[in-house]
């Protein structure tokens, strides 16, 4: 039974380790990425109406083109497609972007999962089961981003396995609002079988024990990254100056860059100091979804 109105929140993904382990014939690479989640984030919103209407709100709407098919349409159509008849004929979607695009937080995958999370809860729960296979089809990173919670991601992004413990976080990330070619950063990428992470297990009981396992990790796009722009390395340094800071990277492709805070207090405060320092730059402090209490 089709049911009203619905509010999805798309978090931000953080890859705080990310190791390419290898490249397959098809341009693809196998990546090895412990994966948590940042709100809050994007938020969408849907509901019935007479005909389908998309609309982008808030600080990032003017980024995304509007000539371009967006993830959130593709996961519309492709959701209808695989069962036609269980949505309304119309649909008002409406997207408010508040993460910056093409900045490596997995915007757009985090769009399209909260669109089939929202169309799944109006169609009632009808695809649940097979949702994971449609979020594949849009994407590498959808099906990380449907999951939601801590998880180590491996293969092309595919193989997920969740992390049972994971310490209560938070947060700081910084964009210098330039974007990165991420096929330029692959291309520049010199090693394409590097060493995976090591065995995260169950996770970690505290905070401490999760900076100690990361210590030795590596963001494998981070050089090529630097190289096509600078800047990211500054914030890189800025952040880890950054009074509660314990461990900085920058996330996936780049050019967000992100700092561990052991509470909300601590980010918040960095957050308003880093944001003193680069006026111009998108701060943000967030908490990690799906984290232990």
């Keep these: 039974m089709v049911i009203g109105a619905v509010v999805a929140h798309a978090h931000a993904k953080i890859n705080l380790a990310l190791h390419v382990t290898g490249k397959r014939p098809g341009g693809y690479h196998d990546l090895d990425s412990l994966v948590v989640f940042a709100s809050p984030g994007d938020v969408l919103s849907v509901a019935p109406a007479e005909k389908d209407i998309f609309e982008i709100s808030g600080p990032f709407a003017s980024a995304l083109n509007e000539d371009e098919p967006n993830l959130v349409e593709r996961a519309r159509d492709l959701y209808r497609h695989e069962w036609p008849g269980l949505l309304p004929d119309g649909l008002r979607i409406v997207l408010d972007k508040q993460l910056p695009v093409a900045s490596g937080i997995g915007g757009g995958s985090a769009d399209a999962a909260a669109t089939l999370r929202a169309l799944d809860l109006i169609a009632g729960n009808a695809g649940k089961d097979q949702l994971?296979?449609?979020a594949d089809?849009?994407?590498?990173?959808?099906?990380?981003?449907?999951?939601?919670?801590?998880?180590?991601?491996?293969?092309?992004?595919?193989?997920l396995a969740p992390i049972a413990n994971f310490p209560h976080c938070a947060f700081v990330l910084i964009n210098p609002g330039e974007p990165v070619s991420t096929a330029a950063i692959f291309a520049a990428l010199?090693?394409?079988?590097?060493?995976?992470l090591p065995d995260p297990g169950a996770g970690w009981n505290s905070f401490?024990?999760?900076?100690?396992?990361?210590?030795?990790?590596?963001?494998?796009?981070?050089?090529p990254a630097i190289g096509l722009l600078p800047v990211i390395e500054m914030l890189e340094l800025s952040m880890s100056a950054e009074k509660g800071c314990a461990f900085a990277r920058m996330s996936g492709s780049g050019a967000t860059v992100f700092g561990l805070f052991e509470n909300m207090n601590a980010a918040s405060a960095a957050a308003e100091n880093l944001q003193r320092q680069w006026p111009k730059y998108w701060?943000?402090?967030?908490?990690?979804?799906?984290?232990k209490d």
Excluded: Q
């Design 132 to 134: 994971f296979d449609l």
């Design 137 to 159: 089809a849009l994407g590498a990173d959808v099906p990380s981003c449907l999951f939601g919670r801590p998880l180590r991601m491996r293969g092309r992004g595919d193989d």
């Design 190 to 196: 010199k090693k394409h079988d590097n060493p995976p």
């Design 208 to 223: 401490a024990e999760l900076i100690e396992w990361l210590r030795p990790t590596r963001n494998d796009l981070r050089a």
């Design 283 to 291: 701060v943000s402090a967030k908490s990690v979804a799906g984290a």
